[in-house]
């Protein structure tokens, strides 16, 4: 079941071109992880391990569970965070900034970790965010096989269709273990991406508070 606002969002990212590509028949929760267990069996089998032995006899059970339950949860939106959206009575005008924000995501081409820091920022105009809602957006969309530049924008419209304005900016720096432990194996390079929305995108002050 969906709330209205994960309708909302969804409905946005639709209309933007932004949302991660998804078939239009999902299995519930319970058939994908009976899927992808039995799936699963097949992979570590194949790779000639022993699935009799006490260590690796749940592993299938165990990697169905992580994908469904905890990665890449956010692709059902029936786990969409709850939030907590208040009356701009207080009449805030200024910049309200989340720094360091912990970016846990999959990359969509490997299924490998990304891991980095998010920093987002907006100017209210009607409503108010709880703080904490910020973190979980982020988390939301980043237990998803991701980009980051679609994970950044994920998160830029999703606040934009909630907050009911355009200013708002998301950036993230993150390191790509696809990157780093296998293919080109660059230990230190990480990806900045950033995505800016209304004043943040016109104002070269309002994006250089942002960014510094
Ligand atoms: N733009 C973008 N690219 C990504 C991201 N995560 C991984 N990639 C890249 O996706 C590309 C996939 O390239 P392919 O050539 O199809 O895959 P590959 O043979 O495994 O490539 P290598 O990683 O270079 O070994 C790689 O260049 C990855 O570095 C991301 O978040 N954004
Ligand atoms: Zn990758």
Redesign the pocket.
């Known amino acids: 079941m969906m709330s209205n606002e994960a309708q909302k969002v969804r409905d946005t990212l639709i209309e933007r071109g932004l949302e991660t590509p998804l078939l239009p028949n999902q299995l519930d929760r319970d058939a994908k992880y009976e899927r992808i267990r039995g799936l699963m069996t097949e992979v570590v089998s194949t790779l000639g391990l022993d699935l009799n032995d006490d260590s690796l006899a749940e592993t299938p059970h165990r990697i169905a569970k992580m994908y469904v339950d905890e990665i890449f949860a956010g692709l059902d939106y029936a786990n969409f965070p709850k939030m907590s959206l208040i009356e701009n009575k207080m009449g805030v005008e200024e910049m309200v900034k989340v720094k360091d924000i912990s970016v846990i995501s999959t990359?969509?081409?490997?299924f490998?970790t990304i891991d980095g820091r998010a920093r987002v920022a907006y100017i209210p105009a009607d409503k108010v965010i709880g703080l904490s809602k910020i973190n979980r957006i982020v988390r939301f969309f980043a237990q998803r096989p991701q980009v980051q530049e679609r994970l950044t924008q994920q998160v830029l419209v999703a606040l934009q269709t909630l907050l009911e304005t355009d200013n708002v900016a998301v950036s993230i720096e993150a390191t790509?273990?696809?990157?780093k432990s296998r293919g080109i194996m660059d230990a230190n390079s990480t990806t900045e991406t950033t995505a800016l929305g209304g004043i943040f995108k016109t104002n070269a002050t309002t994006r250089n508070e942002f960014l510094n």
């Open positions: 990359c969509e081409h490997h490998v790509h273990y696809c990157v």
